[in-house]
T-cell receptor, first 111, second 113 residues
Framework: NAGVTQTPKFQVLKTGQSMTLQCAQDMNHEYMSWYRQDPGMGLRLIHYSVGAGITDQGEVPNGYNVSRSTTEDFPLRLLSAAPSQTSVYFC??????????FGPGTRLLVL | GENVEQHPSTLSVQEGDSAVIKCTYSDSASNYFPWYKQELGKRPQLIIDIRSNVGEKKDQRIAVTLNKTAKHFSLHITETQPEDSAVYFCAASMGIRNNDMRFGAGTRLTVKP
């Protein structure tokens, strides 16, 4: 049972490039979320999903897309990276209980 | 949407002293309030949580209190130890069927030996 996994661990992008941050969980959790963490600002919700095929916007969705084609996977897409998207990204999942389990994070640097 | 404010942003205590971190929330519909601990370079991990039908919850040296009327909740750590040093986050959400969880900005706790 690997829990919540994220790839890559670290990524450097140039402004305007696109990329996908991968998130997977093997706990059969219905609920999955993406957060970004910036110094002094805590964790801010980007997008979330309450089940396969269902996604919704969180607090800071602009510049990011998500999809949920399977229960296990919840990728986050940056269509045209900007320096303001430099951050640490955490994926999280939970079952119908409320305890969220976080992945190890992806550190993204946009130049 | 929900807005969560957390104070203080930094807190330094001597080993053995108590530490208190406070949070306020804006949406009276919020009913689930977790606290997370994040060590440097690691992922946030749940340390304790409380639901709106409970006023206080304890787990060994950690306790959380909730005042629904005033819309604030607090984390209390007693007999602090150097390994308690970390960043602590409070959060609020509307429970099981709502995945929109909002976090406070965090408190960096330093426990001096």
């Amino acid at each position: 049972n690997a829990g919540v996994t994220q790839t890559p661990k670290f990524q450097v992008l140039k402004t305007g490039q696109s990329m996908t941050l991968q998130c997977a969980q093997d706990m059969n959790h219905e609920y999955m979320s993406w957060y970004r963490q910036d110094p002094g600002m805590g964790l801010r919700l980007i997008h979330y999903s309450v089940g396969a095929g269902i996604t919704d916007q969180g607090e800071v969705p602009n510049g990011y897309n998500v999809s949920r084609s399977t229960t296990e996977d919840f990728p986050l897409r940056l269509l045209s990276a900007a320096p303001s998207q430099t951050s640490v990204y955490f994926c999280a999942s939970r079952s119908r209980g409320e305890t969220q389990y976080f992945g190890p994070g992806t550190r993204l640097l946009v130049l | 949407g929900e807005n969560v404010e957390q104070h203080p942003s930094t807190l330094s205590v001597q080993e053995g002293d108590s530490a208190v971190i406070k949070c306020t929330y804006s949406d009276s519909a919020s009913n689930y309030f977790p606290w997370y601990k994040q060590e440097l370079g690691k992922r946030p991990q749940l340390i304790i949580d409380i639901r709106s039908n409970v006023g206080e919850k304890k787990d060994q040296r950690i306790a959380v209190t909730l005042n629904k009327t005033a819309k604030h909740f607090s984390l209390h750590i007693t007999e602090t130890q150097p390994e308690d040093s970390a960043v602590y986050f409070c959060a609020a959400s509307m429970g099981i069927r709502n995945n929109d969880m909002r976090f406070g900005a965090g408190t960096r706790l330093t426990v001096k030996p």
